[in-house]
């Protein structure tokens, strides 16, 4: 398969002579403009037992690395359409003018694996399931060649699989994926890998450690919580520690203050925060990154039930701060009172928490941005640079001391809803500040987390957040 951005040369390239002029007809024939993701299927026998496929990259203009991937994404979700489960990728050079050629390579790689991949797990009829792409071999057009070129096949790889891990985690029926199911996944990691340490609590070690907003949130389900604790201590010689934390509702049905039925299926996703960070951390430790990083998932349904916890109810985070429950639907921010507060512990350098938490950032912002708080502008720059790079897009949205004060209540310290139908994830962010004491962001991934099929990806989780993670980890490393 081929890359070709509008307007591009075929004259420049240095692929064989035959190949070039063949492909110069389509091109002068018209028979192919190189619009974005417009894709060309050569004639059987073209190009002899080979089959050759253009894909386009667009105007030069708007090309970005999200653009690109979403080529990629495209051309690999077509071969892979037609049973071709091995391919050659060549890109030209007009397709990376304005980025490294490294980056290049990396996208291409997490591109076609992410796009390739589908859930049909639980599809019991063997041939309709279609294969992932197995092979994928990258060239340049002219032979540009990156000295890292294999290190950064392998590294892409990593990155691809874990998002995919993640995205699997997130597709699974909440029957299976329940806290403890995440527990062991978290515990199989840390099986394979000895300088990952892996802490699962249960119930009993729950309460001793004080997390009383996620037993509270536990209640209302049979399914136990777990509190899960990951360490990956990779720069030994310095004292430097950031924390990841992760919301993980396995299934959110509002609990007493349940949700409509109406896409309430859709709430197995709830767990995608947590998912991202177990994701990032597989990928970190197997990419042996000199970083210190702590992952913190708490994990819990959110159920009613005779048990379960009620609109009303004051509750106590593991920080001794108190938290009147006027709407159990408004669960997420409960259970990452207690993981933040644990986070302080680490007398962490900068903590991110990743969280489907609000409806209303995906009112706000819509299906493609994750919506980011923080007080640090430095912070905030680091993690706008991270989003650009991986390609998963992010908007600043504000957090300051009124949303905070529109959080306290009148008879504990903070209620978890403001007395406002507005500001929704602003209002959100700003309660969970209450548990931090250090540089912290807040992502909320609401509205990035899942989605529908398109011509890059399948439906279903989409695995965000992810190798955004990996590179704040990477700029961490430096
Ligand atoms: N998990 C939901 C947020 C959510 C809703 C994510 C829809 C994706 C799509 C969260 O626990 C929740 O229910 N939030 C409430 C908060 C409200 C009660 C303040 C919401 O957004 O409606
Ligand atoms: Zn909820
Ligand atoms: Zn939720």
């Known amino acids: 398969m081929m890359m070709f951005a509008e307007g591009f040369s075929a004259g420049k390239s240095l692929i064989s002579p035959t190949i070039k002029r063949k492909i ?3 091109w002068e024939d018209n028979e192919f403009k190189g619009d974005a993701n417009e894709i060309f299927l050569a004639p059987k026998r073209f190009l002899g037992t080979q ?17 690109y991937r979403q080529a990629v994404g495209s051309v690999t979700k077509f071969l892979q359409g037609k049973k071709f489960y091995d391919c ?22 997490i591109g076609a694996h992410t796009a390739s991949y589908q859930f049909n797990h639980y599809v019991t009829q063997k041939d309709s399931k279609i294969q992932p792409v197995s092979r994928i071999f990258f060239g340049s057009i002219n032979g540009a060649k990156s000295k890292n070129g294999d290190k950064l096949i392998r590294e892409g790889e990593i990155i691809a699989f874990s998002i995919n891990f993640t995205r699997h985690l997130g597709n699974l029926p909440p029957i299976d994926m329940t806290p403890e199911y995440m527990g062991n996944e978290a515990i199989t990691l840390g099986r394979k890998h000895k300088q990952l340490n892996v802490r699962v609590m249960g119930v009993e070690e729950i309460r001793k450690e004080k997390l009383g907003g996620l037993l509270a949130v536990s209640l209302g389900s049979y399914q136990e919580p777990r ?8 720069n030994p010689d310095s004292k430097d520690t950031y924390v990841f934390v992760g ?18 299926d859709e709430m197995k996703f709830d767990m995608l925060g947590g998912g991202a960070v177990m994701g990032a951390i597989k990928a970190i430790v197997e990419l042996k990154m000199k970083v210190n990083i702590v992952g913190l998932v708490p994990a819990s349904e959110n159920l009613p039930g005779h048990r379960a916890y009620r609109p009303g109810d004051i509750i106590k985070a593991r920080n001794g701060k108190t938290i009147e429950v006027l709407n159990t639907d408004a669960e997420g921010r409960i259970i990452l009172a207690d993981a933040l507060s644990y986070a302080q512990d680490y007398k962490p350098k900068a ?3 990743l969280a489907t938490l609000t ?3 995906v009112g706000a912002l819509g299906e493609r941005y994750a919506g980011i708080f923080s007080r640090d502008e430095e912070f905030i720059e680091s993690i706008q640079a991270a989003s650009k790079s991986a390609g998963e897009l992010t908007w600043r949205l504000p957090l300051d001391d009124e949303f905070k004060e529109m959080m306290k209540s009148k008879i504990a310290d903070t209620q978890n809803i403001s007395g406002s139908r507005y500001g929704g994830a602003s209002t959100g962010a700003a309660f969970l500040e209450y548990f931090t004491n ?13 989605g529908g099929e398109n011509a890059y990806r399948y439906q279903g989780a989409t695995g965000y957040g992810v190798q955004l993670l990996v590179e704040l980890a990477k700029k961490w490393a430096e």
């Not at 089959?51 to 653009?67: N, Q, R, S």
């Open 247 to 264: 919301k993980a509702i396995t299934f959110d049905a509002g609990g007493i203050s349940i949700k409509p039925s109406e896409k309430m």
């Open 227 to 234: 509190f899960i604790v990951m360490e990956y201590f990779g």
């Open 51 to 67: 089959t050759l496929v253009l894909v386009g990259l667009g105007k030069k203009e708007k090309f970005t690395h999200v653009t």
């Open 359 to 361: 409806g209303a950032v």
């Open 24 to 26: 110069s007809e389509i």
């Open 351 to 353: 903590v991110i928490d």
């Open 438 to 450: 250090y540089t912290w962001a807040h992502l909320d991934i609401a509205g990035v987390a899942w």
């Open 88 to 109: 050659s990728i060549i890109v030209p050079q007009e397709a990376w003018d304005h980025f490294e050629f490294d980056s290049i390579i990396s996208h291409t790689i």
